[in-house]
């Protein structure tokens, strides 16, 4: 038997509610169990991992494939000694529903976290 805990502090500069203050600890629980289970995790909002855009990632990340906004860029891997092209890597891109791009150091570790990159995976290699 393991435990994993996530926990959440009261802050006097958000004034914060009761459901807000448990809404964060569950957020930090899951990143506890996201993090390798049995460990502990507090949350903190500074915490790019804990916030808000975070979880609107992931909820765009539900959405991504069937609104059509993922999509693969092939970036060449060159050999420098003969000059040429020798493989391609497949590259994702994420953009939200207004079409702004999401940088992949935002929206890779949310999928990972969230198991969308599962997902992402099986729809890059259909692609």
């Known amino acids: 038997v393991t435990v994993?805990?996530?926990a959440?502090?009261?802050?006097?500069?958000?004034?914060?509610?009761?459901?807000?203050?448990?809404?964060?600890a569950d957020r930090a629980l899951y990143l506890a169990k996201a993090g390798g289970r049995n460990c502990t995790w507090l949350f903190d909002p500074n915490d790019p991992q804990s916030?808000?855009?975070s979880e609107n990632i992931a909820a765009?990340?539900?959405?991504?494939?069937g609104q059509d906004l993922v999509s693969l860029v092939?970036?060449?891997?060159?050999?420098v000694a003969s000059g040429r092209v020798e493989a391609v890597e497949a590259l994702m891109r994420l953009?939200?529903?207004?079409g702004t791009s999401v940088p992949p150091s935002l929206f890779i570790p949310v999928a990972e976290r969230t198991?969308?990159?599962?997902?992402?995976?099986?729809?890059?290699?259909?692609?």
């Open 8 to 24: 959440a502090f009261t802050r006097a500069q958000t004034g914060a509610k009761l459901e807000k203050i448990i809404h964060e």
């Open 115 to 127: 198991g969308a990159v599962l997902e992402l995976g099986r729809w890059a290699i259909r692609t």
């Open 74 to 79: 092939y970036q060449p891997i060159q050999n």
């Open 4 to 6: 994993s805990v996530g």
């Open 95 to 98: 953009k939200m529903l207004d």
């Open 60 to 65: 765009l990340l539900k959405i991504a494939i």
């Open 51 to 53: 916030s808000d855009v």
